[in-house]
């Protein structure tokens, strides 16, 4: 039996999308500029490491928790992968010893020494029962100190091509041109999707966000789903930061001071 639709309920439930959608077309119709390629591959540069962020935090507010150090967690990943992708033969690299990576290899070290962080963050989420607020309040703090020491407050440049190309790099398909940032948003989507509606651990997720003293009442793991809930939040933030730097060497590359 088809239901009948609810217009009412569907605007209350995507009201923030219909009013986007309403602003979009509404500047599209009063922009020149708005509708063009070129204007669309600025917005998917721009947006989808926004998008990386917003799926890291999705799973903090889904069990009714929050991370307010995501933003200072994409500096730092930022930072780690501008020292680690610097060229070999550049005269102010940060770390002259390390020997020339591959940006694959940069960005899985990367997202592992965030995913320690959201570890414990996790871990003083569900074994200290400190409210997410204050935890990531305090991890927030740590954080900015930290990327602060190492490196010294100093601009950093002269990355290697290869990892500038991530942001600046795009695929032709015939007239349209994809810039790589929109796969990776696109995998990350895919990947988010799934795991919160076709696993265990999504179901998990939920579960504790509806009720959590039932959740654990009915077998689930409450900390060890936390944990690995803000584990894969800070890996996210990793890979968001780790493009928001490819895109900051493009442009410094593209004005000459890379």
Known sequence: MVKNFDAKKFISNNAIILLIAALATFVAFNSQNFVSMQ???NLIVNVSPRFIIACGVSGCLITKG??????????????LSAMLLQSVD???RMLPGLPDIPWPVALIIVMLIMGCFGGIVGAVIAFLKVPP?????????IIYGLCSVITDNQPMGGFKSSYSAVALGKISLGPVEIPYLAFFALAVGVFTWFLYNKTRHGKYMYAIGGNENAAQ???VNVPA???RIYIMASMLYALAGFLVGAKAGGA???TGFG
């Not at 929050?66 to 930072?79: Q, Y």
Request: aromatic fraction near 6%.
């Open 39 to 41: 204007n669309l591959n």
């Open 66 to 79: 929050t991370d307010l150090s995501a933003g200072r967690a994409v500096g730092l990943a930022a930072c």
């Open 90 to 92: 550049y005269a102010a």
């Open 133 to 141: 607020f204050i935890a990531t309040l305090g991890m927030q703090t």
């Open 217 to 219: 009442v009915a077998g």
């Open 225 to 227: 789903t936390l944990i």
């Open 252 to 254: 410094s590359t593209a």
